[in-house]
């Protein structure tokens, strides 16, 4: 069972790597055969490789997360809202987001998931 105390600090990990825009340490926040579905839906990425490839061009956007409440913890599972800020064609967006991660024993990411929808992306 992972720990919730590291759990959530995975999480505050991620968004704050996501803010300096760091992709390397996302990818080490994740399993070496970790997936990624975002948004669910859409084709799994599986392995670190794919991982990176992900998140350098998701950071390329200048894109910034900002939690928009607690992370909610299971034995294996942080579940936590956040929104999205970006600029897309040529207007600033929100977008309102739900993730879940699963933890292995040693608190690496296995598995992401992100649940928006376009009823969920914003003109702000």
Known sequence: MADH????????????AFAAGEPEQVVALFAEDATVEDPVGAPVLRGRDAIREFY????????????????????????????????????????????TFRFNAENQVTE????????????V
Do not use: C
């Open 5 to 16: 105390a590291k759990m959530e600090a995975v999480v505050q990990a991620y968004v704050a």
């Open 56 to 99: 350098t061009a998701s950071m390329a956007t200048g894109a910034t997360l900002q939690l928009e409440g607690p992370v909610r913890l299971t034995d294996e599972y942080a579940v936590f809202p956040f929104s999205v800020h970006l600029e897309w064609e040529g207007q600033k967006q929100r977008i309102d987001v739900i993730d």
């Open 112 to 123: 992401m998931r992100a649940y928006f929808g376009a009823a969920n992306m914003h003109v």
